[in-house]
């Protein structure tokens, strides 16, 4: 079946360091890859996503590439600030099998 | 446009007792799916409905259970409660197949007591 793992948290971080939070998954066929972000309180918002091989999806200073070779969708982000501290997730759909496989989530926190 | 609306936010319920929660998509969104969110076991799927049938479904007892209406609106009920249902409950709409992503509510927390 399909999984994901993601790097353990949490991470803490200065204001303006470079983030990478690792991410790599199982599955069958070609999933699509997500990155998503939640804030204390709320749901999932939606940070960026990949459908192919060597897509790279971005949002908002965040990159990550679909790495087939490497089943790997790290998301990174040249400077990081305060208000990036959020619990990100990252996800797989595969097409006939319509849900989303989540990772286990890794907390970052900006310090200033 | 507005986002996925879930009611209520927040629910406190009896152990033994049922709850409903409703979920509101986005206009256009034909498919809606639902997740539980725990300390413990993180985002878990319940299951998937697109055009008022059931696509897909989670490893979840049959207490929990679901429906969509022709509108696309969607409830999902869960009946004689446990303290291990407490958790924030998420639904998601997409357009049709998810590829291209799926948009959140801001969910339910619901406590058992």
């Known amino acids: 079946g399909n999984s994901v793992t993601q790097m353990e948290g949490p991470v803490t971080l200065s204001e303006e360091a470079f983030l990478t939070i690792n991410c790599t998954y199982t599955?069958?066929?070609?999933?699509?890859l997500f990155w998503y972000v939640q804030y204390p309180g709320e749901g999932l918002q939606l940070l960026l996503k990949a459908t192919k091989a060597d897509d790279k999806g971005s949002n908002k200073g965040f990159e990550a590439t679909y790495r087939k070779e490497t089943t790997s969708f790290h998301l990174e982000k040249g400077s990081v600030q305060v208000s990036d501290s959020a619990v990100y997730f990252c996800?797989?759909?595969?097409?006939?099998?319509?849900?989303?496989?989540f990772g286990t989530g890794t907390r970052l926190t900006i310090i200033p | 446009k507005a986002g996925v609306t879930q009611t209520p936010r927040y629910l406190i319920k009896t152990r033994g007792q049922q709850v409903t929660l409703s979920c509101s998509p986005i206009?256009?969104?034909?498919?809606v799916s639902w997740y539980q969110q725990t300390p413990g076991q993180g985002l878990q799927f319940l299951f998937e409905?697109?055009?008022?049938?059931?696509?897909n479904k989670g490893n979840f007892p049959g207490r929990f259970s679901g429906r969509q209406f022709s509108n696309s609106r969607s409830e999902m009920n869960v009946s004689t409660l446990e303290l291990g249902d407490s958790a924030l409950y998420l639904c998601?709409?997409?357009?049709?197949?998810?590829?291209?992503?799926?948009?959140f509510g801001s969910g339910t927390r619901l406590t058992v007591v």
């Open positions: 206009s256009g969104h034909r498919s």
């Open positions: 409905y697109f055009s008022e049938t059931q696509r």
């Open positions: 998601a709409s997409s357009l049709d197949l998810g590829e291209d992503g799926y948009t």
């Open positions: 996800a797989l759909s595969n097409f006939g099998n319509e849900k989303l496989t």
């Open positions: 599955a069958t066929g070609y999933p699509s």
